[in-house]
């Protein structure tokens, strides 16, 4: 079976909103494919998704949760409206447009 390359549609400090469950988030990491264990995607297998596609961490909004989902899974979010997320600060120093900037990293 070839191995499909798949491109990324969303990218890190981007807004999403989950297909099936509605919820809003933002991007803060993005993996060209799965990473995580053949456990964790079959303990999902109700709705999982292909490996070979981008799965992206998206920290939920009015929650502390982080959650791993698929591109199939997610549609872009374009209200505008900030996410209320305790951890944001860990990943983002600004919201400008409708999309959160990433932090300066020190060398």
């Known amino acids: 079976m070839p ?11 981007q807004l999403v909103v989950h297909q099936q469950f509605r919820y809003r988030g933002v991007v803060v990491d993005v993996d060209p494919e799965f990473t995580e264990t053949d456990a964790w995607h079959e303990e999902i297998a109700i709705s999982a998704s292909p490996k070979t596609q981008p799965w992206y961490r998206v920290l939920r909004d009015g929650s502390a949760h982080e959650t791993y989902v698929a591109q199939d899974k997610l549609l872009a979010d374009d209200s505008g409206e900030r996410i209320r997320h305790p951890l944001l600060w860990l ?12 932090q300066r990293r020190a060398n």
């Open 3 to 13: 191995n499909l390359v798949h491109e990324s549609l969303f990218h890190v400090g």
């Open 91 to 102: 990943y983002f120093e600004d919201f400008r447009d409708g999309v959160y900037l990433t």
